[in-house]
């Protein structure tokens, strides 16, 4: 594939990356679905890590779709955060949460977006996509991924740690990560800081490969 065919296959992707964070935040906001995933209503699933990751990556992908129009730079350290977020709730549901609850609810209603094909549709954005100026993506830059993770972390257990657990439906532990103590709920995060850098990790290796014929 010429780099040209390549690009032109990125530009669809990021578009398709906006539209699909579009309607799954219209179906979030206004068709509450009956899957165990998003038990809020409207905006207050914010709180959840897999609503924030997927609007930060639809954010980062309307940024890219006008710097792409203007002929710019893509920001691909923003670029590679965004896909390693949203490959994290990919991961996830695909790998505990699927097998858990089953996989038709994970993947219902606005989470047929937010879980599936939008984390999906970035990683693979963010594989083809080449910045002009900078063929090799540093790998001090896959460090940088677990930011999100690391702030949503702190605050989730800042947030438990002043309020309290609480009382389910309105538990602030609406995860479950303290359900065997706090240091489990750490350690929890402490993986998926992990899980984090290995797919930014993954990620910078796949787009390395694919355009290791430019370097």
Known sequence: MNDQKREKIALLLNVLIVVFAVAGTILMLFFRSNDPTLQSKGVANLKYFTVLSNEACGIVAVVCLVLRLRGKRQPMLAKLTAAAAVGLTFFTIAAFLGPMYGMLKMYR??????????????????????????????????FFSMIPVLAYGAAYLTNILVNGVGVWPDSNDFYGFVNWGLPVGIGIFAVLLLVTWGIACALRAAHKKVHQSRI
């Open 109 to 142: 209603g606005a989470n047929f977006f937010f879980h599936l094909v939008l984390p999906l549709t970035a990683m693979a954005e963010f594989v083809l996509t080449n910045d002009a100026e900078a063929h090799v993506i540093p790998f001090g830059w896959t």
